[in-house]
């Protein structure tokens, strides 16, 4: 079993509503992304997924998110653009181009701070 893994970050402005206090003011992150593809088996080249294929894919992605203001996206005008619900969005976004019988999305695990992250495994992990 291989787990691989592809790192980036991008800055972001984002608020809590309904949040009390500063958090349901605009403000900005430098969000750290990493993203993991658990592999059964290497291919041919002894490779679990090329990491240019999953660097495109997660750039595809997050790039849109890049220098914007999170609560103004399509996918966060109902809900609060929370870490968690970035993480599961940008999980949702990948999943389906990575399940293969040799590897798929394991998680994708986004940071606010050096301190403070979330990890996503998908609905049917436990």
Same mark, same amino acid.
């Given at each position: 079993? +291989?787990?691989?893994?592809? %790192? ?16 349901? *003011?605009?403000?900005?992150? @430098?969000?750290? *992304?990493? *993203?993991?593809?658990? $592999?059964? %088996? ?7 997924? =090329? ?6 894919? &997660?750039?595809? *992605? ?11 996206? $399509?996918?966060?005008? @109902?809900?609060?653009?929370? %870490?968690? +619900?970035? $993480?599961?969005?940008?999980? =949702?976004? &990948?999943?389906? $181009?990575?399940? @293969? ?6 998680? /994708? ?5 050096? @301190?403070?992250? /979330? ?8």
């Amino acid at each position: 079993m +291989y787990d691989i893994n592809v %790192t980036t970050q991008f800055d972001a402005v984002h608020c809590l509503r309904g949040y009390p206090e500063d958090f349901e *003011v605009p403000h900005n992150h @430098t969000w750290k *992304v990493v *993203v993991t593809v658990r $592999a059964t %088996t290497l291919d041919e080249l002894g490779m679990g997924i =090329d990491f240019l294929v999953l660097d495109k894919l &997660m750039k595809d *992605v997050i790039t849109p998110f890049e220098g914007q203001d999170l609560n103004e996206h $399509a996918a966060f005008q @109902t809900i609060n653009p929370s %870490t968690e +619900y970035i $993480a599961k969005y940008i999980y =949702d976004r &990948m999943e389906p $181009a990575l399940r @293969t019988d040799r590897y798929k999305l394991y998680s /994708v695990s986004v940071s606010e701070t050096d @301190t403070q992250n /979330v990890i996503y495994y998908g609905e049917d992990e436990t």
